[in-house]
Antibody, heavy 119, light 110 residues
């Protein structure tokens, strides 16, 4: 069974940093493209970042480019999102999502972790 | 690329059909010949789950009452007979040029 479990969310002050993790199990993580998506509670979905299976190709949404960094550790089956210079508008539920191979979408989503940016 | 969904809210009677439209600001036909338009469903308090990928392909375990169609810039998700478990928000998503989501359509039972 595919499992994606996010962690690392919590309350952080504006301007602060946070690192999210996504633990993967039940599939060959090192062969899977991964993404981070967020959702302001009660609002829509916003794609944030993509990383290829080997970590050599990375893309970001303009809203987080220069502030967020995606990375992965294939030996530990972990996906990361380093978030710096956090703003109130970054408050959201953050999901990791595994790409469905050759389908251009996400076949599996984690349960999400809530990040609250507030003083 | 901007995806615009209509309607934003859809009250439907159980057992009746429902249809959601997704219009793209640019063609979603990729240079490799594929069209990367998918549909996701999110129930309250749950993460989204994939329903349809590459316009019309149902994901594993998705009931056949769900179908997708379209091409270029205009796409549709249809539910042939709405069931109670279908309530929630439906999102179209494109991955032809990076990734973007539509704003969501809330399906509720009348």
């Amino acid at each position: 069974e595919v499992q994606l479990v996010e962690s690392g969310g919590g309350l952080v002050q504006p301007g602060g940093s946070l690192r999210l993790s996504c633990a993967a199990a039940g599939f060959t993580f090192s062969s899977s493209e991964m993404n981070w998506v967020r959702q302001v509670p009660g609002k829509g979905l916003e794609w944030l970042s993509y990383i290829s299976s080997a970590g050599t190709v990375i893309y970001y949404a303009d809203s987080v480019k220069g502030r967020f960094t995606i990375s992965r550790d294939n030996a530990k089956n972990l996906l990361y999102l380093q978030m710096n210079s956090l703003r109130a508008e970054d408050t959201a539920i953050y999901y990791c999502a595994r790409a469905l191979e050759a389908a251009g979408t996400y076949g599996y989503w984690g349960q999400g972790t809530l990040v609250t940016v507030s003083s | 690329i901007v995806l615009t969904q209509t309607p934003l809210s859809s009250p439907v009677t159980l057992g009746q059909p429902a249809s959601i439209s997704c219009r793209s600001s640019q063609s979603l036909l990729h240079s490799n010949g594929n069209t990367y338009l998918s549909w996701h469903h999110q129930r309250p308090g749950q993460p989204p789950r994939l329903l349809i990928y590459k316009v019309s392909n149902r994901f594993s375990g998705v009931p056949d009452r769900f179908s997708g169609s379209g091409a270029g810039t205009d796409f549709t998700l249809k539910i042939s007979r709405v069931e109670a478990e279908d309530v929630g928000v439906y999102y179209c998503m494109q991955a032809t040029q990076l990734h973007t989501f539509g704003q969501g359509t809330k399906l509720e039972i009348k």
